[in-house]
């Protein structure tokens, strides 16, 4: 078992937080039972090319019907923190009344973490609006902000005597930008003007709910928002890349960031997106004060750096609101199978820069991980070596940060299955465990083992001690 000869044992503080995350509409299926009501996704999937191979959330991992099970695969890898969201048209299929049998399943899966001892972590929006409310303008409409503040109290007051921590949303910049902006994910409209309302109006939602539910919850209940970050990396040392550079790393990275931390908007982002006219007439006075409420931890969602360049030497267009002159180049090797660059170091930078920029507020990787073309072998084991490879080096990296003086408190690996990724469909597997999505038969991977074992020993690997069937055939 020696070829995963590297990873030494860096022990991590102690009470770190362990876990692994998904999303409801990537492993739920069942997207028509107990009276769910469909959400942006199941419309945008529906039709033909917009998700590739037009695959679609209909069964998915079939969690809806497997979550014991799933429960089960989690305790049997000790794992102690669950990530996963719950779907808003599954809980209340107009977008405001409330679908008990929805709202079950959700009770149930809290009661079964709670036997298992495995605490949850719920995020209430991974970018499933419900379809009604798309049809009432969406994100880009004010009323949604209320929409979604009434719905997580309710979600709130349900299951708050068993989950204590909570995402409000996840990954604002995508939600807006890629749903609105760009097209690629639901509800597939390009607008960039509409792309940055639905921004502010996302945030106002996080901000608006947040204030809400800290009035009612005691101490004891925490919450976050979960942010993506793409490191920007300097390709040439000419002006011209600096400034795509900076333009990039300010609307990726800060834009979101900013807001929910009392800065406002960056003014460069501002600036670049002026001609838009869209955020001077949705930004109401107040709504940057109420965006503003205090967290408890932020999430960050980490996967890969991206490198900015001027359009003219760039090999695709960035398609973000105010980005008209920057492109991208692609990533330097080895890429993961979504061709994402493997950067682990820009994971501790991050981190540093973030616990610093953030004066000290606690940080937790809320998604971290890669996918890659997985294959299950002969005799059944799932040998992953290139993503055991990536967390091994992205574990050290989290590690490293931590040294160095980095407020990082928790760690949750993205994904605890194989599911849907979205735009990409059944095609990029992110899983620890592997799903066969024909008979929905889960399979540990060797990344899989490769977590538990940094769960047990509360540390980054050392290859020696992973488990004996990692890396044999039979
Ligand atoms: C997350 O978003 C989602 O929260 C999750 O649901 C999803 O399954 C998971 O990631 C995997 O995709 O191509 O080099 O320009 C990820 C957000 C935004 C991260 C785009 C990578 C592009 C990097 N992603 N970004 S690059």
Not at 421 to 428: K, L, P
């Given at each position: 078992d020696g070829e995963y000869g590297f990873g030494q044992e860096l022990s991590f503080p102690r009470d770190f937080v362990w876990g692994a995350a998904t999303a409801a509409f990537q492993i739920e299926g069942a997207t028509k039972e107990d009276g769910r009501g469909p959400s942006i996704w199941d419309t945008f999937a529906a039709i033909p090319g917009n998700v590739l191979d037009n695959d679609n959330g209909d069964f998915a991992c079939d969690h809806f019907h497997r979550s014991g099970e799933d429960v089960d695969l989690m305790d049997r890898l000790g794992i102690p923190h669950y990530r996963f969201s719950l779907s808003w048209s599954r809980v209340q299929p107009d977008g405001k009344t409330v679908e008990p049998r929805g709202l079950a399943f959700y009770d149930r899966l809290a009661d079964r973490l709670a036997e298992r001892g495995i605490v949850p972590i719920a995020t209430m929006y991974h970018w499933d609006l419900p379809q009604v409310l798309q049809d009432d303008g969406g994100w880009p409409n004010r009323d949604t902000v209320a929409r979604f503040a009434d719905y997580a109290d309710m979600v709130f007051d349900r299951l708050s005597d068993r989950v204590r921590h909570w995402v409000t949303i996840n990954e604002p910049f995508c939600s807006a930008f890629f749903g609105y902006g760009n097209g690629m994910h639901a509800p597939g409209i390009s607008d960039h003007r509409a792309a940055l309302r639905a921004a502010h109006h996302l945030l106002l939602a996080h901000g608006t709910a947040l204030r809400r539910l800290r009035e009612k919850a005691g101490s004891s209940h925490k919450f976050g928002i979960a942010l993506n970050f793409a490191p920007a990396v300097i390709e040439a040392a000419d002006e011209g890349y600096r400034q795509a550079a900076r333009k990039f790393d300010c609307l990726q990275n800060r834009f979101f960031l900013d807001a929910v931390m009392g800065r406002g908007y960056p003014a460069e982002s501002l600036a670049d997106v002026a001609h838009l006219d869209a955020l001077q007439p949705a930004v109401a006075d107040g709504d940057l004060e109420t965006i503003a409420a205090p967290l408890d931890w932020l999430g960050i969602n980490y996967y890969a750096p991206c490198r900015p360049a001027p359009l003219a030497e760039a090999k695709w267009a960035c398609d973000l609101p105010g980005l008209d002159s920057v492109g991208m180049l692609p990533g330097a090797e080895p890429l993961t199978s979504m061709g994402w660059e493997q950067a682990p170091d820009r994971l501790t930078q991050l981190l540093l820069w973030l616990t610093e920029y953030c004066e000290g507020l606690p940080l937790i990787v809320a998604e971290n991980g890669a996918a890659f073309p997985d294959t299950v072998g002969p005799c059944g084991h799932v040998h992953d070596p290139q993503r055991v490879r990536y967390y091994v080096e992205h574990l050290t990296a989290v590690h490293q940060a931590i040294e160095r003086g980095a407020k990082v408190e928790g760690y949750l690996a993205w994904s605890l299955l194989d599911n849907f990724?979205?735009?990409?469909?059944?095609?990029?597997r992110f899983g620890v465990v592997h799903v066969d999505f024909e008979t929905q038969e889960r399979r540990i991977k060797d990344s899989g083992w490769l977590l538990a074992q940094a769960i047990r020993t509360n540390a980054v690997p050392n290859a020696k001690h992973l488990r004996n069937d990692l890396g044999n055939d039979c």
């Open positions: 990724e979205w735009a990409m469909g059944y095609s990029q």
